[in-house]
């Protein structure tokens, strides 16, 4: 019943910035973490940031001081801005609830590639 749409991804250079946009519909995201996921080729999916109903957020060290994860739950949308970009940061981007153990079906993902 929940759709997860991902958006907001393309090519940028090292050190690029983008900001992705994950808008959910079918079911109100206010009373529930969110998160976003990633998976690079050959890997496993990683969580990278948590937001939880209350406003903390949670992030992979990799990624602190680089990212922020943000909602607007009238808009039942949830965003990733992604700062200094590196290579290694490429992978297909996800978000979903969360809880981990208990994921809504996965959208398609955004793909973000870092690459000069």
């Known amino acids: 019943q929940v759709q997860l749409v991902e958006s907001g991804g393309g090519l940028v250079q090292p050190g690029g910035s983008l900001r992705l946009s994950c808008l959910a519909s079918?079911?109100?995201?206010?009373?529930?973490?969110m998160a976003w996921y990633r998976q690079a080729p050959g890997k496993q999916r990683e969580l990278v940031a948590t937001?939880?109903?209350?406003?903390?957020?949670k992030y992979k060290d990799s990624v602190k001081g680089r990212f922020s994860i943000s909602r607007d739950n009238a808009k039942n949308t949830v965003y990733l801005q992604m700062n200094s970009l590196k290579p290694d940061d490429t992978a297909v981007y996800y978000c979903?609830?969360?809880?981990?153990?208990?994921?809504?079906?996965w959208g398609q993902g955004t793909q973000v590639t870092v690459s000069s």
């Open positions: 937001i939880f109903s209350s406003g903390n957020t």
């Open positions: 979903n609830n969360g809880i981990d153990t208990s994921p809504w079906p």
């Open positions: 079918r079911r109100p995201i206010s009373i529930y973490s």
